[in-house]
């Protein structure tokens, strides 16, 4: 194979063909396969950059969003509680409570207990034709009509519930024995925690509900939240200097 070859010899350029070896053919082709691996290099480099900051922002975005929807869920959860306040109720959840954290602690201490053999039959629900008799035939006079029950435990319950929002509006904050707490102030906390997080989403509507809600409910001398506050840095973000007068 033969080509022409330039050399550089005393300031001047000389052509002359020679006869193109091997090796020459290798150190080119090497040259021009480092040029495209450096040149592919920094293209995937590039793109590699742009993509992460782009899905590391959407990941920051995404968390935002379920930060935000877990909120929501907990504020409609303890709502609907103080909708229907009921005392009883409310005792015998605290009960579970601490008694669930009782054995929790007890399995951290002692470690999980073994397990038992089979209980006894005493133990044991029965149901269709295994039932007592006096849990099937009403003609039994030890028989319950469980629908019976059920519509008298309702109407005693619906005398003893309490609509806490009606009822103590504007008190949340407030610490007497009539106002059930630490829920109220839970109530408030949530509705601060939804409007803070609505805010940095950029959510101005839902963050206004928010701290509009928190601001009724909430005593007013002296606050209880800075959901005020938070109120006027959103209006004036919003470009609104008037409504935070």
């Known amino acids: 194979i033969s080509g022409s070859k330039r050399s550089k010899s005393g300031g001047k350029t000389e052509s002359s063909t020679e006869a193109w070896t091997a090796t020459d053919h290798a150190i080119r082709k090497a040259k021009k396969q480092r040029k495209s691996d450096e040149s592919k290099a920094?293209?995937?480099?590039?793109?590699?950059?742009?993509?992460?900051r782009d899905s590391r922002e959407k990941r920051e975005e995404g968390k935002l969003k379920l930060h935000i929807k877990l909120v929501q869920r907990q504020i409609e959860k303890l709502r609907e509680r103080l909708q229907a306040w009921d005392d009883q109720e409310?005792?015998?959840?605290?009960?579970?409570?601490?008694?669930?954290?009782?054995k929790e602690m007890e399995e951290a201490e002692q470690g999980p207990k073994k397990r038992?053999?089979?209980?006894?039959?005493?133990?044991w629900q029965l149901k269709g034709a295994a039932r007592p008799?006096?849990?099937?035939?009403d003609f039994d006079v030890r028989y319950v009509d469980p629908h019976m029950k059920a519509h008298e435990d309702a109407k005693q319950k619906a005398q003893r519930v309490r609509n806490i929002f009606s009822l103590y509006k504007g008190k949340f904050g407030d610490e007497t024995p009539e106002i059930p707490q630490p829920q109220c102030r839970e109530f408030l906390s949530l509705l601060m925690q939804l409007g803070n997080l609505s805010l940095r989403a950029n959510q101005l509507k839902t963050a206004r509900q928010a701290f509009?809600?928190?601001?009724?409910?909430?005593?007013?001398?002296p606050p209880t939240t800075p959901a005020r506050c938070q109120l006027m840095k959103l209006y004036l973000e919003a470009n609104r200097p008037e409504s935070a007068r």
């Open 42 to 52: 920094v293209e995937s480099a590039r793109r590699s950059a742009m993509l992460t």
């Open 212 to 221: 509009l809600e928190c601001m009724e409910l909430e005593s007013s001398n």
């Open 90 to 102: 409310e005792k015998r959840l605290e009960k579970e409570r601490i008694e669930k954290e009782r």
């Open 133 to 137: 008799a006096h849990l099937v035939y």
């Open 116 to 123: 038992k053999g089979r209980k006894g039959p005493e133990t």
